[in-house]
């Protein structure tokens, strides 16, 4: 081969080389570039992803030079427009369809127009026993709350709004203050997990009338709404008798019935004796005691049964009240199947349990023949009906239970109000001191009228008679700690002054009353009083209760059985400024049977942790 030959082979050689090394740089900046792609479209997909799957609602997108700008609720993400090959808003349904160059798709909820999409389904009265309820099912675009409100028939003073605690995108609302034989227009807001809304629908849920025989009939006489508490009022009516079924009840303050419990079809509940009714516990649901068993119940708002408590096993009947510990026990008054007098007959109404909610064993029991005096009582006067009427077997009456810091408080229709440890030491009674014995008169507090001046009179320390600034407490109920040294008190008056309720032209009243309690010098005084001036229009010789609302400080005076009032016999809600003395709310509730209810709680519709 020739110089010339071997020269132009290399050339060609070198030539081949140089493509070869052009083609491989070729192929390396793609493969790379390709690559630095794919990295760059997984990066895009998972940071929309993480505000997806963190409930965050995009509100809108803006396009740059190099990047798509999501702007979601809390701020906005930036994605490459080389990584999206189509997006594709759907704002009828709420979303956004995000399409990568890989093929891949991505749905990021955001903020649309109407959402009515969003109901799956309405059931009115869900479990048979509720007419004014109803539960929706719902689909949310994403992680968020449901904001109800029913709206008020006659303006916004009757509207009821509630923000539900779940979060999740498919709910069941609960939907509680219906009007019955109405078209209810309820709204339904859609909002984040803090509260804060994104938008809402409008629903209308019909309802039937009410129709129930002999049911109570009400009139509300006052009601200064920007003066009162917030809430409606449950009433705890107890049927036509002991025989009939608990009717429990809610009236708005426009005197408009929003939620009632009929469990007469109720397999479990037909036979419901509520006695002093529902009360609502920490987890929002109801707790009643039921004479008719015996046992203890809880209930939810729609009057399912959801746990139960025998007591009948345990040895026990109920007899009026039930409270909820702070600790998540129960204390119960009771009567106890075993407990006899000397003579062997039985013994009634004398013991107190606190109940293990949980395993549902008693842990404590209090004898009150071990705490009072058992031999106090006035023998039956021939006048007073057998109901009402003292004896060696009903001696006590125990009432009301309650925690008064971290000692009982308890009232007793024959005996007072008294204070004890857990331990069963009594502290101290508040009581007419007649009657009682020796060994309990170190416990009987000293009367202190309104004024602080001490009491010296016997006849008014006795019980006797009264003067203005001070009285006892006679036949008692609910009593309310309002502090370590102060409470509040129903005073049904009872007897008062030892004087029969049946004697004939004898008028009498019932009050509520603020006592406070000097552990150092052992005296009770009266702060203030309310009911005396109402007269027969206030007067329940038996069950009844006060109660005191938080955010205004007012209180709740609930007379609840005879009471007279312009439209029949029954009872009475009163809301009192106890600093004014002005009355800002007044409901009369009458009923053939003159036993309106045992008590009256103002509370909000919906509980807090719903």
């Given at each position: 081969?020739s110089?010339?030959?071997?020269?132009?082979?290399?050339?060609?050689?070198?030539?081949?080389?140089?493509?070869?090394?052009?083609?491989?740089?070729?192929?390396?900046?793609?493969?790379?570039?390709k690559?630095?792609?794919?990295?760059?479209e997984?990066?895009?997909k998972?940071?929309?992803?993480?505000?997806?799957?963190?409930?965050e609602?995009?509100?809108d997108?803006?396009?740059?030079k190099?990047?798509?700008?999501?702007?979601?609720?809390?701020?906005?993400?930036?994605?490459?427009?080389?990584?999206?090959a189509?997006?594709?808003p759907?704002?009828d349904?709420?979303?956004?369809?995000?399409?990568?160059?890989?093929?891949?798709?991505?749905?990021?909820?955001?903020?649309?127009t109407?959402?009515?999409?969003?109901?799956e389904?309405?059931?009115?009265?869900?479990?048979?026993?509720?007419?004014?309820a109803?539960?929706?099912?719902?689909?949310?675009p994403?992680?968020?709350?449901?904001?109800?409100?029913?709206?008020?028939?006659?303006g916004d003073?009757?509207?009821?709004?509630?923000l539900?605690?779940?979060?999740t995108?498919?709910?069941?609302?609960?939907?509680?203050?219906?009007?019955?034989?109405?078209n209810?227009?309820?709204?339904?807001?859609?909002?984040?997990?803090?509260?804060?809304?994104?938008?809402?629908?409008?629903?209308?849920?019909?309802?039937e009338?009410?129709?129930?025989l002999?049911?109570?009939?009400?009139?509300?006489?006052?009601?200064?709404?920007?003066?009162?508490e917030?809430g409606?009022?449950?009433?705890?009516?107890?049927?036509q008798?002991?025989?009939?079924?608990?009717?429990p009840?809610?009236?708005?303050?426009?005197?408009?019935?929003?939620?009632?419990?009929?469990?007469?079809?109720?397999n479990e509940?037909?036979?419901?004796?509520f006695s002093?009714?529902?009360?609502r516990?920490?987890?929002?649901?109801?707790?009643?005691?039921?004479?008719s068993?015996?046992?203890?119940v809880?209930?939810?708002?729609?009057?399912?049964?959801?746990?139960?408590?025998?007591l009948?096993k345990l040895?026990?009947?109920f007899?009026?009240?039930?409270t909820?510990?702070?600790?998540?026990?129960?204390?119960i008054?009771?009567?106890?199947?075993?407990?006899?007098?000397?003579?062997?007959?039985?013994?009634?109404?004398?013991?107190?349990?606190?109940?293990?909610?949980?395993?549902?064993?008693?842990?404590?029991?209090?004898?009150?023949?071990n705490?009072?005096?058992?031999?106090?009582?006035?023998?039956?006067?021939?006048?007073t009906?057998p109901?009402?009427?003292?004896?060696?077997?009903?001696?006590?009456?125990?009432?009301?239970?309650?925690?008064?810091?971290?000692?009982?408080l308890a009232?007793?229709?024959?005996?007072?109000?008294?204070?004890?440890s857990?331990?069963?030491?009594?502290?101290?009674?508040?009581?007419?001191?007649?009657?009682?014995g020796?060994?309990?008169?170190s416990?009987?507090?000293k009367?202190?009228?309104?004024?602080?001046?001490v009491?010296?009179?016997?006849?008014?320390?006795?019980?006797d008679?009264?003067?203005p600034?001070?009285d006892?407490?006679?036949?008692p109920h609910?009593?309310?700690?309002?502090?370590?040294?102060?409470?509040?008190?129903?005073?049904?008056?009872?007897n008062?002054?030892?004087?029969?309720?049946?004697?004939?032209?004898?008028?009498?009243?019932?009050?509520?009353?603020?006592?406070?309690?000097?552990?150092?010098?052992?005296?009770v005084?009266?702060?203030?009083?309310?009911?005396?001036?109402?007269?027969?229009q206030?007067?329940?010789?038996a069950?009844?209760?006060?109660?005191?609302?938080q955010?205004?400080?007012?209180?709740?005076?609930c007379?609840g059985?005879?009471?007279?009032?312009?439209?029949?016999?029954?009872?009475?809600?009163?809301?009192?400024?106890?600093?004014?003395?002005?009355?800002?709310f007044?409901?009369?509730?009458?009923?053939?049977?003159?036993?309106?209810?045992?008590?009256?709680?103002?509370?909000s519709l919906?509980?807090e942790?719903?």
């Amino acid at each position: 081969m020739s110089a010339i030959h071997v020269f132009n082979y290399l050339q060609q050689m070198n030539i081949m080389r140089s493509m070869w090394l052009l083609g491989m740089v070729v192929i390396l900046f793609y493969a790379c570039r390709k690559e630095n792609d794919v990295v760059g479209e997984i990066a895009s997909k998972q940071s929309l992803k993480e505000w997806v799957d963190k409930g965050e609602l995009l509100l809108d997108i803006t396009k740059g030079k190099e990047n798509y700008v999501f702007n979601f609720e809390s701020g906005p993400v930036h994605v490459s427009l080389q990584d999206i090959a189509k997006i594709d808003p759907q704002l009828d349904h709420w979303q956004t369809k995000v399409t990568f160059r890989d093929g891949l798709e991505l749905t990021v909820p955001t903020k649309g127009t109407d959402l009515g999409f969003i109901i799956e389904q309405v059931q009115l009265n869900p479990s048979g026993y509720n007419p004014l309820a109803a539960l929706v099912d719902v689909a949310l675009p994403t992680y968020g709350r449901i904001k109800v409100s029913v709206q008020g028939k006659n303006g916004d003073a009757g509207t009821i709004t509630h923000l539900c605690q779940d979060g999740t995108p498919r709910q069941r609302v609960p939907i509680f203050g219906l009007y019955p034989n109405h078209n209810n227009e309820v709204k339904l807001t859609f909002t984040d997990l803090e509260g804060n809304e994104r938008g809402s629908t409008t629903i209308h849920i019909r309802t039937e009338a009410i129709s129930i025989l002999d049911f109570p009939k009400w009139k509300v006489v006052k009601n200064e709404v920007s003066k009162m508490e917030y809430g409606v009022n449950l009433i705890n009516y107890p049927g036509q008798s002991d025989a009939d079924v608990s009717m429990p009840y809610m009236i708005d303050n426009e005197g408009e019935l929003r939620w009632l419990l009929l469990l007469k079809t109720s397999n479990e509940l037909q036979k419901l004796s509520f006695s002093i009714g529902l009360k609502r516990m920490e987890n929002g649901n109801f707790l009643a005691g039921d004479q008719s068993k015996p046992r203890v119940v809880e209930i939810d708002m729609f009057g399912n049964l959801k746990r139960q408590w025998d007591l009948g096993k345990l040895g026990y009947t109920f007899h009026h009240e039930i409270t909820e510990a702070a600790n998540g026990n129960f204390l119960i008054t009771v009567s106890k199947s075993s407990a006899r007098l000397r003579n062997g007959s039985p013994r009634m109404n004398d013991h107190i349990i606190e109940l293990n909610s949980t395993t549902g064993t008693v842990i404590n029991e209090w004898d009150l023949a071990n705490q009072l005096d058992t031999s106090r009582y006035v023998k039956p006067d021939g006048i007073t009906p057998p109901e009402f009427v003292q004896n060696a077997n009903n001696w006590a009456h125990n009432n009301a239970i309650a925690e008064m810091g971290n000692n009982l408080l308890a009232t007793v229709r024959y005996q007072g109000i008294y204070n004890f440890s857990r331990s069963g030491q009594v502290q101290w009674i508040i009581s007419p001191h007649k009657l009682w014995g020796e060994r309990y008169r170190s416990l009987l507090l000293k009367p202190v009228a309104e004024d602080g001046s001490v009491i010296t009179d016997e006849e008014v320390i006795n019980g006797d008679k009264q003067i203005p600034g001070f009285d006892w407490s006679w036949g008692p109920h609910t009593p309310i700690a309002m502090s370590e040294d102060r409470i509040l008190v129903f005073d049904n008056g009872y007897n008062r002054n030892w004087i029969p309720n049946f004697t004939p032209e004898v008028t009498n009243y019932s009050r509520v009353v603020e006592y406070k309690i000097d552990m150092a010098n052992k005296t009770v005084q009266q702060l203030w009083s309310y009911g005396k001036e109402r007269g027969v229009q206030g007067f329940s010789q038996a069950v009844s209760g006060v109660q005191y609302l938080q955010h205004t400080g007012n209180v709740l005076f609930c007379p609840g059985m005879g009471v007279q009032t312009s439209i029949g016999g029954g009872g009475r809600v009163v809301e009192i400024n106890p600093k004014s003395g002005e009355v800002v709310f007044e409901l009369e509730i009458t009923i053939g049977s003159g036993f309106a209810f045992h008590r009256v709680t103002r509370m909000s519709l919906y509980p807090e942790r719903m």
